[in-house]
T-cell receptor
């Protein structure tokens, strides 16, 4: 079975500081890992994905994520947070032997304080 | 391209009523799916389809029906609405039926349903 954990319900960070949103996963087979962002009353927007290759993946709006196979983690990072980054962030996983269905984490609310 | 379009955006139902949430995509995606979003629970898969004429159940299918007569459309039907079905519903699609593409999901803007 596939599962995703986001251990923090809420992350607060000051504008200009680096941010990290944590994600760990469990999946049989090789993982396909994704981060999505949701702004209030909107659908989810794709940020980045890890399929294969370099463990550091760069995505939209200056976000990046590091895949760590030994720790089964895929933490989302940004060097300098903006107030406009405040939103709900979801990590998702799909195993390469599990068809196309995704499993989403519960979400982490990021608040960037001015 | 409009992407994934969901209608209606808001709906209030009484217990026992039925309704259909519409979803259409113009990206020629083979895979389409319906999720419900509830606070603190992330997104849970209701039903999905890997192509026209093919549907299957997800994690929480009870009380919902789907059909996929065309590549573009994937409606979700609530047969007899219950208060437990109060939620925000998202339709999502992706390209690539094969498992090696890692295709990301494209989401609609959501449909907020309240069942009284």
């Amino acid at each position: 079975a596939q599962s995703v954990a986001q251990p923090e319900d809420q992350v607060n960070v000051a504008e200009g500081n680096p941010l990290t949103v944590k994600c760990t996963y469990s999946v049989s087979g090789n993982p396909y890992l994704f981060w999505y962002v949701q702004y209030p009353n909107r659908g989810l927007q794709f940020l980045l994905k890890y399929i294969t290759g370099d463990n550091l993946v760069k995505g939209s709006y200056g976000f990046e994520a590091e895949f760590n196979k030994s720790q089964t983690s895929f933490h989302l990072k940004k060097p300098s947070a903006l107030v406009s980054d405040s939103a709900l962030y979801f990590c998702a996983v799909r195993g390469d032997n599990y068809g196309q269905n995704f499993v989403f984490g519960p979400g982490t609310r990021l608040s960037v304080l001015p | 391209n409009a992407g994934v379009t969901q209608t209606p955006k808001f709906q209030v139902l009484k217990t026992g009523q039925s309704m259909t949430l519409q979803c259409a995509q113009d990206m020629n995606h083979e895979y389409m799916s319906w999720y419900r979003q509830d606070p603190g629970m992330g997104l849970r898969l209701i039903h999905y389809s890997v192509g026209a004429g093919i549907t299957d159940q997800g994690e929480v299918p009870n009380g919902y029906n789907v059909s996929r007569s065309t590549t573009e459309d994937f409606p979700l039907r609530l047969l007899s609405a219950a208060p437990s079905q109060t939620s925000v519903y998202f339709c999502a699609s992706s390209y690539g039926a094969g498992t090696t593409t890692g295709g990301e999901l494209f989401f609609g803007e959501g449909s907020r349903l309240t069942v009284l």
